[in-house]
């Protein structure tokens, strides 16, 4: 079993930045992937990155160039940096990895005022 958490989200207003973390414990070697989603209210869940452990990362396209993320993982932490943020941006953002199955964290909401 993986457990994961996230923490970091907030309000900021548009233009400002925001560092989400996500700690995992349980069984950590079963872990493939992971990565960051997010939902809007009214809209599908949708991938924001992924990392792999070889370290390839993925970026959905309307991230491109403001997120980032990253993990450590002598810290079993992963987090996703996000800078030049829209209202666009504001969802419940969740922590996920993969891991002879999918596994969710709660949700950390993230708010961006114009």
């Known amino acids: 079993q993986v457990e994961l958490e996230e923490s970091g989200g907030g309000l900021v207003q548009a233009g400002g930045s925001l560092r989400l973390s996500c700690g995992a414990s349980?069984?950590?070697?079963?872990?493939?992937?992971m990565g960051w989603h997010r939902q809007a209210p009214g809209k599908e869940r949708e991938l924001v990155a992924r990392?792999?452990?070889?370290?390839?990362?993925e970026y959905a396209d309307s991230v491109k160039g403001r997120f980032i993320i990253s993990k450590d993982n002598a810290k079993n932490m992963m987090y996703l940096q996000m800078n030049s943020l829209k209202p666009d941006d504001t969802a419940v953002y969740y922590c996920h990895a993969y891991a002879l199955g999918d596994h969710w964290g709660q949700g950390t909401q993230v708010t961006v005022s114009p």
């Open positions: 349980g069984r950590l070697f079963t872990i493939v992937v």
């Open positions: 990392i792999r452990n070889s370290g390839e990362i």
